[in-house]
């Protein structure tokens, strides 16, 4: 019997293979919606839901429509953009073909990848606009924290801006993995990597005050998610996208995208600038590589400045001019 290799078949079979290699199930949810939007595409574009009639001309038109989709247009979880998708996204969209197709040739579907010809397009290094102290400020001064939901939304503002923990991590840290007397919690990471995340002592008490007041009973006793709807249901990462860009539009913010990232950007700019070393920062936000750290903390000219006035070596020496 001749294997199918009918696209939608294989997809399915991709998500199987990455199961089963234990890849991150956001990895995988990642994967499939941009597999699932490539088909589309195709579908749409009349062109066969074959991959053996695929060429590389057709992931490249794919890749031009691209250009032209707006950011989020397709992401449940965040509020539709006018700008066009990032130049990173369109990477990822490269990279996840590549990825697809490849396992289509090592699984033996296909005698050769269409996209092995497809090249990746470099992202733009651009610097991410972060939170500013005064922008900090008015968001937070925009919760009700004397309610329930309020004061849970302050503590996860609070953390991401702590720690810069990833949405997915931060919804799924589960109570015995919180260690408010030490100071620390574990998150599973990417790559199923668990690591340690230390907390300030504003962020401990906060918490601390969550858990005796405010944190409702779980719907269930299974139920070990720190963070819960007032209903005892683990918090979702659509309901923390939609509180804090409501937080956002309440305090009134502009040139800045009110989002979970945006706290984990702020948090990584603003570790450096306080004096936080490189290596520290890595480890923290779950990274192997320090180039991708970088890309948190790309600094303004005016960053530069104050941290130059912060550390100036000759400011720092007893100096006299005549």
Same mark, same amino acid.
């Given at each position: ?51 053996? =009639? ?14 032209? %989709? ?9 509020? +539709? ?15 996840? =073909?590549?990825?697809?197709? +490849? ?64 949405? +997915?991590? =931060? ?31 504003? #962020? ?8 005796? %007041? ?8 299974? #139920?070990? &998610? ?29 040139? %800045? ?16 600038? &306080? ?46 001019? +005549?």
């Amino acid at each position: 019997m001749s294997r199918s290799t009918e696209l939608a078949t294989l997809i399915q079979g991709f998500r199987l293979y990455c199961l089963a290699e234990g890849r991150r199930p956001s990895t995988i949810r990642w994967y499939m919606g941009e597999l699932r939007i490539f088909l589309q595409w195709l579908e749409d574009n009349h062109v066969p839901l074959d991959a053996e =009639l695929l060429r590389v001309d057709h992931l490249r038109s794919f890749m031009a429509y691209l250009r032209e %989709v707006k950011a989020d247009a397709n992401n449940p979880y965040k509020p +539709s953009s006018s700008a066009p998708l990032s130049s990173r996204t369109i990477q990822g969209y490269a990279r996840t =073909l590549r990825a697809f197709f +490849s396992w289509c040739v090592k699984a033996g579907y296909l005698a050769e990848s269409p996209a092995s010809l497809l090249r990746v397009p470099k992202a733009a290094k651009t610097i991410v606009p972060t939170f500013t102290p005064d922008q900090i400020g008015k968001i937070f001064a925009a919760v009700d924290a004397s309610t329930p939901a309020g004061f849970r939304d302050l503590c996860v503002m609070m953390t991401l801006l702590d720690t810069g923990v990833r949405l +997915s991590e =931060l919804v799924n840290l589960q109570l015995p993995n919180l260690h408010l007397e030490e100071a620390y919690f574990k998150v599973m990471g990417k790559g199923w990597k668990e690591r340690m995340v230390p907390i300030g002592a504003k #962020v401990q008490k906060a918490l601390w005050k969550y858990l005796q %007041v405010y944190r409702p009973e779980p719907i269930h006793p299974g #139920v070990q &998610n720190l963070f819960l709807t007032v209903h005892g249901r683990p918090l979702s990462p659509h309901t923390i996208y939609e509180r804090i860009a409501l937080y956002g539009k309440k305090a009134g913010l502009v040139g %800045v995208r009110c989002s979970p990232h945006t706290f984990r950007h702020t948090f990584a700019k603003n570790f450096l600038l &306080n004096g936080g070393d490189m290596f520290s920062l890595q480890k923290i936000l779950g990274h192997t590589s320090l180039a991708v750290v970088r890309m948190y903390v790309n600094l303004t000219d005016g960053d530069v400045q104050v941290q130059h006035r912060r550390c100036s070596p000759v400011d720092r020496m007893k100096i006299r001019l +005549s």
